[in-house]
């Protein structure tokens, strides 16, 4: 079965810091992986995607994630955080038919000024 | 905003109440996803829809609940005689599943439950 685990259930940073936030996952077959975060009292939006393309994968806001398969990781960064950063981030990896997505226990980024 | 919409947005019900929830999904997409988060966890997956087909239930979706798609459009997500267990919030998703890709999945804002 899939399955992703974050790393840290909670990371500080000083804004205009870098951001990492780690993820290593668990599938039996080539995987497609999402970062998605969620603000409070909003919907789940999806920062980025791999799906077997370039491993090296940018999303919205200054986010990118890179696939590396030889580590089973991929960790979520951004050169330097915003205030608005301030969320919650769930690692997600979905099955081999995409019938579903299997979530991450999520990080929650702190953002101080 | 063409985005998932999800009503009513909080329900306070008490136990052993009946409680429906409804999804609507961006209007061209194909699949419809039910999850449910609970405090501190993430979302997991309780069924989902391929048009107006139930393709696939979770087995945490206990005989009490029970999701209909009528027409392949909107979708309602009912539970019967609620426990306190049940207090969540219910995450609706939808997708446009084609052959080439497409599979990202949009979610709503939820619906929290919580049973008194």
């Known amino acids: 079965a899939q399955s992703v685990t974050q790393l840290d259930s909670h990371v500080s940073v000083s804004e205009g810091t870098p951001v990492l936030l780690r993820c290593n996952y668990s599938?039996?077959?080539?995987?497609?992986l999402f970062w998605y975060v969620q603000h409070p009292n909003k919907g789940l939006q999806l920062l980025l995607k791999?799906?077997?393309?370039?491993?090296l994968v940018k999303g919205i806001n200054g986010f990118e994630a890179e696939f590396k398969k030889s580590e089973t990781s991929f960790h979520l960064t951004k050169p330097s955080a915003h205030m608005s950063d301030a969320a919650e981030y769930f690692c997600?990896?979905?099955?081999?038919?995409?019938?579903?997505?299997?979530f991450g226990t999520g990080t929650r980024l702190l953002v101080s000024p | 905003d063409t985005g998932v919409s999800q009503d009513p947005r909080h329900k306070i019900t008490k136990r052993g109440q009946n409680v429906t929830f409804r999804c609507d999904p961006i209007?061209?997409?194909?699949?419809l996803y039910w999850y449910r988060q609970t405090l501190g966890q993430g979302p997991e997956f309780l069924t989902y829809?391929?048009?107006?087909?139930?393709?696939?239930k979770s087995r945490l979706l206990s005989d009490r609940f029970s999701a209909e798609r009528p027409k392949g459009s909107f979708s309602t997500l009912e539970i019967q005689r609620t426990e306190q267990g049940d207090s969540a919030m219910y995450l609706c998703?939808?997708?446009?599943?084609?052959?080439?890709?497409?599979?990202?999945?949009?979610f709503g804002p939820g619906t929290r439950l919580t049973v008194t």
């Open positions: 997600v990896v979905s099955d081999a038919g995409f019938q579903k997505l299997v």
């Open positions: 209007s061209e997409h194909n699949r």
């Open positions: 791999y799906t077997s393309a370039a491993t």
């Open positions: 998703a939808s997708s446009l599943v084609v052959s080439l890709g497409g599979y990202e999945q949009y």
């Open positions: 599938s039996s077959y080539s995987p497609s």
């Open positions: 829809f391929q048009n107006e087909a139930q393709l696939e």
